[in-house]
């Protein structure tokens, strides 16, 4: 009887673990949502890809499953936003809406990556890591932003590397050949 009790316990775990969302998908979730997003403007945008790279940082299991996971955020975030563009940002109003109400916005994100999640669970690092330095809303992020928007970008230098481009301003002396000759054949 105690055996039977100890595998019908085993069974109700293994299927428990079985219904958690593996570590990447979870993530490709988290970056299909940053993706509309952005994409949307939302006013919440920031502190969504905050936590969201928080989680990524926190949850991972090794430093190989991390940038794997990475890739897999940023590259449905692309995915999504992308898609929202093609689509003509059809229906963002409703998107933004929905955004701004989700559950992960009561996390609370502490200074050593620790999460504490919603639903009372506490994530915390393999690493303890500075959480102030995960997402930053820098300006050139922001200028690189608004020249993709249209934006007339304003240009501070110009550096040449290429001796064609040098050469056609003058700079250098153009290369010499050799005499050529026509023979009748």
Do not use: H
């Not at 109003?93 to 955004?99: S, V």
Request: hydrophobic residues 40%.
């Amino acid at each position: 009887m105690k055996k039977l009790f100890w595998l019908l316990i085993g069974v109700f775990y293994c299927g428990m673990a079985q219904a958690q969302m593996p570590y990447i998908e979870e993530v490709r979730a988290l970056g299909a949502i940053a993706g509309q997003g952005l994409a949307c403007g939302s006013a919440k945008y920031d502190t969504f890809e905050l936590l969201a790279r928080a989680i990524l940082l926190t949850k991972s299991p090794s430093d190989k499953l991390q940038s794997d996971a990475i890739y897999a955020y940023s590259e449905e975030k692309a995915n999504a936003y992308i898609s929202k563009e093609m689509d003509g940002f059809y229906d963002c109003a409703a998107i933004n809406r929905r955004f701004d109400k989700q559950d992960i916005f009561k996390a609370v994100l502490y200074g050593d990556g620790t999460i504490k999640m919603p639903d009372g669970q506490i994530l915390t690092p393999r690493n303890p890591y500075d959480a102030r330095l995960i997402y930053k809303n820098n300006k050139e992020r922001e200028a690189a932003k608004a020249i993709y928007d249209g934006v007339q970008a304003q240009i501070i230098k110009v550096d040449v590397k290429d001796d064609a481009i040098a050469q056609a301003n003058g700079a250098l002396s153009p290369p010499t050949v050799g005499r050529i000759r026509r023979s009748a054949n």
